[in-house]
């Protein structure tokens, strides 16, 4: 049971015991991609190009919502609701 805590833990947001939404996309869409890569480069399972560079594309975008949402809460020194 650690290990799905600690997944929860990562999902929600900072203080508060919700899961945050950009954290589960993000996290899904990394998921896949990585799939993605492990079946192309083991199992010969052809992922167009202009797929994978969306998911990759979603994935830095989530990160880069996440991390400037938790710099902006620090550096305001907001509680999170």
């Known amino acids: 049971m650690g290990v799905l805590k600690d997944l929860k833990d990562m999902l929600s947001s900072d203080d508060s015991n919700k899961l945050s939404s950009k954290r589960v996309i993000t996290f899904i869409a990394f998921l896949l991609v990585s799939i993605a890569f492990v079946s192309n480069l083991y ?7 202009s797929m ?3 998911m990759i594309q979603i994935v830095w975008a989530g990160l880069g919502v996440v991390v400037g949402e938790h710099l902006l809460k620090k550096k305001n020194g907001d509680k999170p609701e």
Do not use: T
């Not at 199992?43 to 190009?49: K, N």
């Open 43 to 49: 199992f010969d399972v052809i992922v167009e190009d």
């Open 52 to 54: 994978y560079d969306g």
